[in-house]
């Protein structure tokens, strides 16, 4: 599995508080993972200090999977 997914799981489950293995590409952060508003935010600082990658406001609301988050933080590292 990819080494970027595995830090980020890492960071989804501690900051939302579920199982690693609820975590996957397809997961929906509101509907199958549970993140209100306040998780996402909590949850981009830690993608911005733990990663290095810095993840507009408006850009979190665009994140409605997994996927998406990944896809953002490996453009932005390739960049």
């Known amino acids: 599995m990819d080494e970027l997914f595995e830090k980020l799981k890492n960071l989804i489950a501690e900051k939302l508080e579920v ?15 549970g993140a209100d508003s306040l998780d996402t935010y909590e949850l981009l600082y830690a993608i911005d200090s733990e990663m290095g990658v810095s993840v ?5 609301t665009e994140f ?10 490996k453009a932005e590292l390739g960049k």
């Open 64 to 73: 409605e999977k997994v996927s998406d988050a990944l896809d953002f933080i």
């Open 56 to 60: 507009p406001d408006e850009k979190a």
């Open 19 to 33: 199982e690693e293995d609820k975590i996957t590409l397809d997961a929906r952060f509101r509907e199958d993972l």
